[in-house]
């Protein structure tokens, strides 16, 4: 018999650090062990499945928000000019060495609508249409400075899905549509602990590994590995 593990990450849409753990992740660390390990006879014991659960930096702002690079400048940096620009020198250097185009205008806002639709379409698509809408409101709001939650922002990830308009439209326009449930999912997960973003648990059989932020391949390889072998 096969066992079923799921990968549970945690994010948030609006923040740097888990774009940068996503695109490598994604592109380098998480997908090369996956591929890896899905290459060796020890992967018909265990299938593995990510699945995308909210959380919210600054679950008090509002949705209208407020320029971000002030907002940075005055909540994070004291509003010292040179303190931001030390800022946006690190996570452009950041953002080339991971293929971000990082840019530092546009709107900090509430994510929750966001989250609304990450987690719709996980239930109804499931975690791959979720991955595609994630990736599309990250590139929208650090690259191209538009703001995390607005029906024009929703409707452009959920293009990048290939969500169809005539579906995702009306789901968006009602503000009610999905939100007790994400609204439980991030009490779930503040109640779990969750304090900070990337989060991410392998859960096993007999106990669950957590890693806090991007690690090495060759961990989340042995994590894997750790998993299939109390699977038995």
Same mark, same amino acid.
């Given at each position: 018999?096969?066992?079923?593990?799921?990968?549970?990450?945690?994010?948030?849409? #609006?923040?740097?650090?888990?774009?940068?753990?996503?695109?490598?992740?994604?592109?380098?660390?998480?997908?090369? !062990?996956?591929?890896?390990?899905?290459?060796?006879? @020890?992967?018909?014991?265990?299938?593995?499945?990510?699945?995308?659960?909210?959380?919210?930096?600054?679950?008090?702002?509002?949705?209208?928000? %407020?320029?971000?690079? $002030?907002?940075?400048?005055?909540?994070?940096?004291?509003?010292? @000019?040179?303190?931001?620009?030390?800022?946006?020198?690190?996570?452009?250097?950041?953002?080339?060495?991971?293929?971000?185009?990082?840019?530092?205008?546009?709107?900090?806002? /509430?994510? &929750?609508?966001?989250?609304? &639709?990450?987690?719709?379409?996980?239930?109804?698509?499931?975690?791959?249409?979720?991955?595609?809408?994630? /990736?599309?409101?990250?590139?929208?709001?650090? %690259?191209? $400075?538009?703001?995390?939650?607005?029906? @024009?922002?929703?409707?452009?990830?959920? !293009?990048?899905?290939? #969500?169809?308009?005539?579906? +995702?439209?009306?789901?968006? %326009?009602?503000?009610?549509?999905?939100?007790?449930?994400?609204?439980?999912?991030?009490?779930?997960?503040?109640? /779990?602990?969750?304090?900070?973003?990337?989060?991410?648990?392998? %859960?096993?059989?007999?106990?669950?590994?957590?890693?806090?932020?991007?690690?090495? +391949?060759?961990?989340? @390889?042995?994590? &894997?590995?750790?998993? +299939?072998?109390?699977? /038995?």
């Amino acid at each position: 018999m096969t066992y079923q593990s799921q990968i549970s990450f945690t994010l948030d849409t #609006i923040c740097p650090w888990t774009y940068l753990a996503k695109k490598r992740l994604d592109e380098d660390v998480l997908a090369v !062990a996956l591929r890896r390990f899905r290459e060796t006879d @020890e992967a018909q014991k265990v299938k593995f499945t990510v699945r995308y659960f909210p959380y919210q930096l600054y679950p008090k702002a509002s949705q209208e928000g %407020e320029d971000k690079d $002030e907002w940075y400048k005055k909540s994070r940096y004291g509003d010292s @000019e040179e303190k931001m620009q030390m800022y946006t020198t690190l996570m452009t250097a950041y953002g080339v060495s991971a293929g971000i185009d990082f840019k530092f205008g546009g709107t900090v806002a /509430n994510t &929750l609508d966001a989250h609304r &639709l990450i987690q719709h379409y996980q239930e109804e698509k499931g975690p791959e249409t979720a991955d595609k809408l994630i /990736n599309a409101l990250y590139s929208q709001y650090f %690259e191209h $400075e538009q703001h995390p939650s607005t029906d @024009e922002t929703l409707l452009k990830a959920a !293009a990048a899905a290939k #969500i169809p308009e005539s579906d +995702v439209k009306a789901f968006i %326009e009602d503000r009610s549509g999905g939100l007790p449930e994400v609204k439980m999912l991030i009490r779930e997960q503040a109640g /779990n602990g969750v304090d900070s973003v990337p989060y991410i648990v392998f %859960e096993g059989k007999r106990r669950d590994i957590t890693l806090v932020g991007a690690k090495e +391949v060759e961990e989340y @390889e042995k994590t &894997l590995q750790t998993i +299939v072998k109390e699977s /038995n």
